[in-house]
């Protein structure tokens, strides 16, 4: 069974940092592309970073710069570092993985930025 379960969310000033983390459960850590995803309230929900299992990083180009994705293996741990958060930058996050056809999501950690 696969469970992701995140941490890390909150309300923060523009200009902020946040660093969320996602702990799952299961041997296939070390296996696998994780993701984190977006969604704010009426709008589709966005991938915003993945890495891979060699350590291969995309960003979506709203982030790049500012959001930084790691993972430990040992630890079966994701991480997103947030830093100079704007208010568009509110939304739900979530970490997922495509196992291979079946994508599992967390329950996703509330980021909101604002004054």
């Known amino acids: 069974q696969v469970q992701l379960v995140e941490s890390g969310g909150g309300l923060v000033q523009p200009g902020g940092s946040l660093r969320l983390s996602c702990v799952a459960s299961?041997?296939?850590?070390?296996?696998?592309?994780l993701d984190w995803y977006r969604q704010a309230p009426g709008k589709q929900r966005e991938v915003v970073a993945r890495?891979?299992?060699?350590?291969?990083?995309t960003y979506d180009d709203s982030v790049k710069g500012r959001f930084t994705i790691s993972r430990d293996n040992a630890k079966n741990t994701v991480s997103l570092q947030m830093n100079s958060l704007k208010p568009e930058d509110t939304a739900v996050y979530s970490c997922?993985?495509?196992?291979?056809?079946?994508?599992?999501w967390g329950q996703g950690t509330q980021v909101t930025v604002s004054s």
């Open positions: 299961g041997s296939f850590f070390n296996f696998v592309v």
């Open positions: 997922s993985v495509l196992l291979p056809t079946v994508r599992y």
């Open positions: 890495i891979t299992r060699g350590g291969s990083i």
